[in-house]
């Protein structure tokens, strides 16, 4: 009986197998990829051993991760609803599935916990939102639901009403902070700074700003006042960044994620 099976091995998948895996051994693991090649690939990267099917995995898994496209989710769900039991527990990752859909899928006493988490999970960094229902669960399972997502990263448990506002700012978001190192970056180059050189230090910037929104609590805006000295560099980068109007751009593409993600559904 594995502890954790995964059905889909891709980027996200794969992360949260790799966070898991510090706190968990080999043996509590196993998945399912449609890919043989990418089956083969994990299972001689990771050491964990792919079961032959879907069914099979379900049938000796507990937490079952749905970790597959949002577009063939109804086609996973079709194949595995006759295998899931009162004790299983189906963990979904895909924007805009919420929980009642998943149960009008597999039944409507399957137990589901709708997530959104992030790839950074891969590096222990991760920013997982969960919801689920209390009523559904012992204290003890509902400690240890906690402690997979706290595993690897930061988790918070919000009501499922907020979920589909999770995914743009903290799901898809990584997407728009490697744009935004990759940049700094490339601005970096553009001056004569050697290529890995130019990536570190964009993204040490980035990932020590970050804390110190995080450790301090102070206002992301007198964090920024900070920086910028009067008549002096920062507030010229400042000052260009908004006739580009970057919030703006930033806002907008995250209200289209949202978008996108209310039609997932």
Excluded: W
């Excluded at 700074?193 to 450790?215: C, D, F, I, T």
């Amino acid at each position: 009986m594995y502890k954790f099976g995964f059905i889909g091995i891709g980027n996200m998948g794969y992360s949260i197998i790799k966070g898991l895996m510090k706190s968990n051994s080999n043996e509590d693991f196993s998945f399912y990829d449609i890919s043989s090649a990418r089956a083969e690939l994990i299972e001689s990267e990771l050491g964990i051993a792919p079961s032959k099917s879907m069914e099979e995995l379900v049938s000796n898994s507990k937490y079952v991760f749905l970790a597959v496209k949002p577009q063939i989710y109804r086609v996973v769900m079709d194949s595995i609803k006759s295998y899931i039991k009162p004790d299983h527990v189906v963990i979904t990752i895909a924007p805009g599935f919420d929980m009642e859909t998943v149960k009008m899928y597999l039944g409507s006493s399957t137990r589901v916990i709708r997530s959104m988490p992030n790839t950074p999970a891969l590096v222990g960094e991760g920013m997982s939102v969960i919801t689920f229902s209390d009523d559904e669960y012992s204290d003890s399972e509902v400690k240890e639901i906690k402690s997979i997502f706290l595993s690897f990263g930061e988790m918070e448990i919000i009501d499922e009403s907020q979920m589909n506002a999770v995914v743009p700012i903290s799901g898809s978001s990584p997407a728009y902070v490697y744009m935004f190192i990759e940049a700094m970056a490339d601005a970096g180059v553009s001056m004569g700074l050697p290529r890995n050189l130019a990536y570190k230090l964009a993204s040490q910037s980035v990932l020590g700003s970050a804390k110190m929104v995080l450790e301090t609590e102070s206002h992301p805006g007198e964090l920024k006042d900070a920086v910028c000295s009067p008549g002096g560099t920062t507030i010229e980068a400042v000052t260009v960044l908004e006739e580009r109007g970057f919030r703006s751009a930033v806002i907008e593409a995250m209200k289209a994620a949202y978008s996108k993600t209310q039609k997932l559904g």
